[in-house]
């Protein structure tokens, strides 16, 4: 790396370590571009040469949060026996994850904001990281016989609905009651996926 990257590293970084504490302490809508540029000391020219628009910002933000949460699974999935075992490790790390990211009251605000077809299309790729994500856990389970040998993508998508929406529905509650409703949610999904149980089509 020249001297000329190093330094477009040095304020990449910059920008983004700036953004980060601003999202954080004033949340996503009350965070200006103005106010980047003025915690970093950058030019408005600088910081749209690195990223497009704050909207593009908070979304690498998004995607390292998603980095960090993938390297914290990481480490601890060698503990978990089953792949029924990783799922409700899975929900305690997202409560746990949720209920003290920094970024976590302004991506509720990021995700409520109308947003250019090129962000939603960037969402929609990352919707689709953890759609993927959840399959090859499931066929995990579906491939040691702990689950119904159906379709896991489409089961992948009913477990992101169900704790897209408990991550919603459960901001107002004291973590203690977040992680007993999170285990709740698991022990249904599970009944309804578990190779012991016989699904039921209305009819």
């Known amino acids: ?31 200006s571009i103005e106010d980047i540029i003025a915690a970093t000391g950058t030019s408005k020219g600088n910081l749209y040469y690195h990223f497009k628009s704050k909207e593009g910002l908070f979304l690498y933000l998004l995607d390292e949060w998603d980095r960090e949460w993938e390297e914290k699974w990481e480490t601890g999935e060698s503990q978990f026996k089953t792949s029924s075992e990783k799922l409700f490790g899975l929900a305690e790390l997202l409560v746990h994850d949720d209920l003290n990211h920094p970024l976590t009251k302004a991506a509720d605000e990021f995700f409520n904001e109308e947003k250019t077809s090129e962000i ?9 990281r953890h759609l993927e994500w959840n399959r090859r856990l499931i066929q ?4 040691r016989g702990e689950y119904r040998a159906e379709q896991a993508g489409e089961y992948a998508v009913v477990l992101e609905s169900l704790l897209f929406g408990l991550s919603h529905m459960s901001r107002n509650r004291e973590p203690e009651a977040v992680l007993e409703l999170y285990h709740q949610a698991m022990k249904v999904f599970l009944y309804g996926i ?10």
Do not use: C, W
């Open 120 to 128: 939603e299309e960037r969402i929609t790729g990352m919707v689709d």
């Open 1 to 31: 790396m020249n001297k000329k990257q190093l330094q477009s590293e040095q304020t990449r970084k910059r920008i983004v370590d700036a953004a980060r504490m601003l999202f954080a302490q004033k949340g996503y809508k009350a965070t």
């Open 194 to 203: 578990s190779a012991g149980t016989t699904s039921h089509t209305p009819g």
């Open 140 to 143: 995990e389970g579906i491939d």
